[in-house]
């Protein structure tokens, strides 16, 4: 919200200056998001006069201006404004100004369609006053020429822009955040009294007050209706102070009583609403809408209503959405004679509902849906109709009034202690309740427990930690004591979860393997979830912020590969990065998995050491890695050749624990998938899901099994087998390891051929099988047998036999 | 011709002949032909033993003066062809050590920043006896807002921008969760209804200290909002904490994170529906240069909401705002992130450029510790 040092000072009588204002309001809690002091920021424009608006020669819309600025000399000016007209007035930049709304230094000389352009006559929104667009500022024929503009319009004031938080209806008006102030010790608050008095009537009312429409049961967001009919207005642009406050803080000027509710709304938090009378048409009621009906709004857009929503209707149909925007067919304008004003309360919760049903943002709803003053219906119409009297004359008939306001008329039990029991500091009791009274609390009581009533403007405060905040905004936060926390053990306690660890362990393991971490979108388009059996209802998104970002993954696959993609075409398409983060396999806390994933793609790094291209096994070998580092036995791991479906159906497997708990896939992208992302290299992956590995069983540390040595030297022996095509190499390894377990320690395949001396159909697989005696130095007896066995058993296994 | 003559032709025979060896095998052959069994040298040894003992007593240390000077002379001779041919194989075995090797994986492979900023935070909070806790991404209305006293068409829940999945057969809808509070409320939920039941963490018994490191999801995007991103929060509840040592807590924190001596907080009075009284806070920080400078210079930077737990979120998770009491605040791990790696644009962070990646990403074994430093 904005306002103005001046405007302040109309509620607090105070002799701080900006700097001590700003630092006070932020230090309450209306947190100042900028003070600007626009006598400096707008010095440099000036009132000038323009001489003459021609046609430019190449340009339907541009005009060529002569400017007279006050420096004696015309200044050619090539103008875009709609409105610039021959012998007008209005606001000039030089070259070399700074526009604050366009965000730019106007150049020298520049030639806009082959004419000179010499400065910028301005629109109030590129001096940032208001968000008005429609073309350059027009001012009075008597503004004098040359003089500083900020000067002419007394634009020199200081103008604070503060953020209100929800809580805070009660300082949505300049008079509340004067009362805040005056509070914290700033100045004294000046009184209402006067100008809210009551204003003596003439007649009865030519309009009733409002029935209120309702059946039980239905939402009514009205709570309190005033109105005040004023006869014989005189409606016609406001008074220059009224102008100038109103554009201080961007709001356009419009007319008298437009701008009067506008006055009333920033000043005093209390919107308010003018209709023209005479534009009404029958009786005027509360009701929720028709379904089918409209609102022409004074936004000039057209509203859907629905009968959640209150409108404040006549014979044919709404004039009004209840609280939140006025109708342009009840508008007040310079022809107004008759005039109706309303100043009501609404139900918060029922404003903000259909302020975001219909997504209408307006100075009204922001306050109505953060609740105002109650207390204040009347007065805030007694006000209005002052004004309307003071400035557009005519006489005021009897209120109409209809409904209640609701008064929470709070009480809080408040032991004070609450106040060092949850902020640690030390305030004696008469302190806080100096600082409570000051901000309009009633404390009564003796004893530890006070009884504290919350003024009619601070529905907010309900409870203790309510009043607690109260104190603390007043006395200052920074009066609170640092007090360390005390430490609960000693040395502290393990901090991690198992699955947090893995997921530690598993990121810096892959970088260890130069793999580079990413981070995607958890998001991904429908055809991609689909594609990795998501995709269900519950867990796509009712409002995707893009439609390719559509589905919870299911898969960290997709986001990896759109980010192979993007680098790709950046000129980086050899790449191995990685992801360790959640997949939504069900919308339920127990259906998001952590995965660890990663991809290589395109070539192998060269080297004059020579390079293996990129193939399946590395990314079977980065799965292996990852599950070793977790602390598991690599052995334990079951290998099924069956490819997930992402992948190449001859090159790719499955891991499993067990014959039902899969826990990864690896493989070599499906060449249908990567001509479809148009990836040129190959690519290879894993996925290995972090919550199907189980948990190891919870036992404190245990040592190891005593470590055997033995004193005897194992012995190597190799043999290579022929076998077909299609036996894996898994089989054969078990095979032979399994022909002596007592005997055999290791089996390794060293050589993998087929070709020249091969039969067709068939391969050889060399193995070197190593025999690690334990008792006895084995002697070639000993060795000939285990061979034997070693022969005989991968025979049976895998019909093999050894290669000649 | 006498014993002398011969001597002294042997002499002149051999030490030519072992000048000559140009090898090894070549001076072994002379090595045999004079101290072999059937050697020149030896066959004059063998003289000896036929002599009278007068003759022998001259010959003999004459003789094998000579197969002492013959042998040392080998060796010395064997010792200058090894060193040659040693220099002659080390000048052919000259390899080129400035070609490059094949980079070591760990040269390449990076950790996000975002891993490495919540490993830092971890290791922070561990020493202060914190534990993590977390929560599911998709989370229910209930524990994102109402649980966490936002009433029901509350402006506090529109500032949230709120993601909503597909409603379910009953018609309600989840939603991702616009900020890592829920898991206060799982948090508390599990400590005051033991045993635990549910997702990732274990039981939690009071008093609690977490963290809630997580990602959330916002109905926006630009330069500094993404509509994904991470927070942290942290909570803390038993008998008697207050606003006096959630300042501690936080200001421990950003020296440490920072890794700077000192760091001034400003608190300002603010408003989150699930904490009463609630603080914003900025950290004093100097803007001038192209980097963010903490602790130090004249400017504010609001980094973190906080508060004291309010009494609404307490009595919802079954504890007794009478009895129960403490504080939670949530920051953002990119933004902390940004601020101390000097990175502004917060979409890049989820791009997976490797350029950018590589520029800011950390080292596999570059693990943030507080016996090793955060950041090495």
New interface residues.
Partial sequence: MKFTLDWLKDHLDTTADAETISTAL????L?VESVEDQGKALRAFVVAHVVSAEPHPNSDHLKVCKVDAGTGTLIDVVCGAPNAVTNMKSVFAFPGTYIPGKDFTLKEGVAIRGQVSNGMLCSAAELELSNDHDGIIVLPDDAPIGVPYVDYAELNGVVFDISI????GDATGIYGVARDLAAYGLGTLSPVDGYMAPVASVGASPIAPLPQQFAPGEPKAIRKFAGRYIKGVKNGPSPEWLQRRLRAVGLRPINALADITNFVSLGWGRPLHAYDADKVAGTMVLRNARPGEKLDGLDNREHELDATMCVIADDQGPLCLGGILGGERSSCTDGTVNMFMECASWDP??I??TG?KTGIVSDARYRL??SVDPALTEPALELATRLVIELCGGEPMEPAISGDDVFPNTIVEFPTSEV??????DLPEARIIELLTRLGFVAEGAGTTLQVKVPSWRPDVT????L??EV??MEG??K??????P???GV??R???T??NRR?VA?????????????????ISEAEAKRFGGGA?????????AAD?SD?RPSLLPG?LA?VR??EN?G?AD???FE?G?V?LS??????HTYATAIRAGAA?K???G?APLSVFDAKADLAAVFDALGHDIGKLQLVAESPAWAHPGRGGRVQLGPTNIIGWFGELHPAWAAELDLTGPVVAFELDLDAIPEPRKKPTKGKPALKLSDLMPVDRDFAFLVDRAVTADKLLRAARNADKALISGVEIFDLFEGKGVPEGQKSVAIRVTLQPTDKTLTDEDIEKVSTAIVGAVAKATGGTLRS | MSLQDDIARLRTELTGAIAAATDEAGLDAVRVAALGKKGSVSALLATLGSMAPEDRKTAGPAINGLKNEISAAIDARGADLRGAALDARLAAERLDVT?????A??T?????P??QVW?EI?AI????????A?????ETDWYNFTALNF??????R??HDT??????PDGT??V?RTHTSPVQIRSMLRANEKPAA?????AVEP?I?IIAPG?T?R?D?DQTHT??FHQVEGL?IDK??????L???L?EFLKAFFEVPGVTL??????FPFT?????VDVQCDRSGAEVKIGEGSDWLEILGCG?V??NVLRNCGLD?DVY?GFAWGMGIDRLAMLKYGMNDLRA???????W??HY?F???D?PTLFGGLSS
């Fill in positions: 932020t230090a309450i809690g947190e938080t929800p809580n805070r919760d029922e903000a509902r975001r849906e953060r060092r029991r949850l902020t640690g500091l409870q203790k930690a309510d607690v905040e603390m905004r936060l920074d609170v004591p640092v007090d360390p926390l430490r609960l053990s502290a306690p901090m991690l979860t699955m947090q530690r990121k810096r393991v892959l970088a260890a393997r130069g793999l580079d971490e990413a981070v995607t979108w958890s998001f209802p519950e867990l796509k998104l009712a409002n995707a912020i970002l919870m990896l980010a993007r680098n950046r980086f790449l191995a990065i360790v959640q939504f919308d339920k806390p127990e259906g998001q790094p080297s004059w050491q390079s | 070609l490059p090797v094949k980079a994986p760990t390449e492979g990076r950790i996000h975002i891993s490993d971890t909070f561990s020493d202060m006896g914190f534990k993590i977390e929560g599911p991404d998709i009433p029901e068409g509350h402006p506090a529109e500032m993601f909503f999945l597909q409603p379910g809808k989840k991702l549910g997702y990732l963490t274990g008093p200290r990602r999801y109905h995007s509509p994904m803390v008697e904490s207050h606003i006096g040592q300042r501690w807590v200001e400003r608190f300002r009075p603010s408003f009463e009284p609630s603080m914003e004291m309010h009494p705002p009491q962070f989820f791009d997976a450029d490797k350029r990646l590589d990403g080292k596999a074994f693990m």
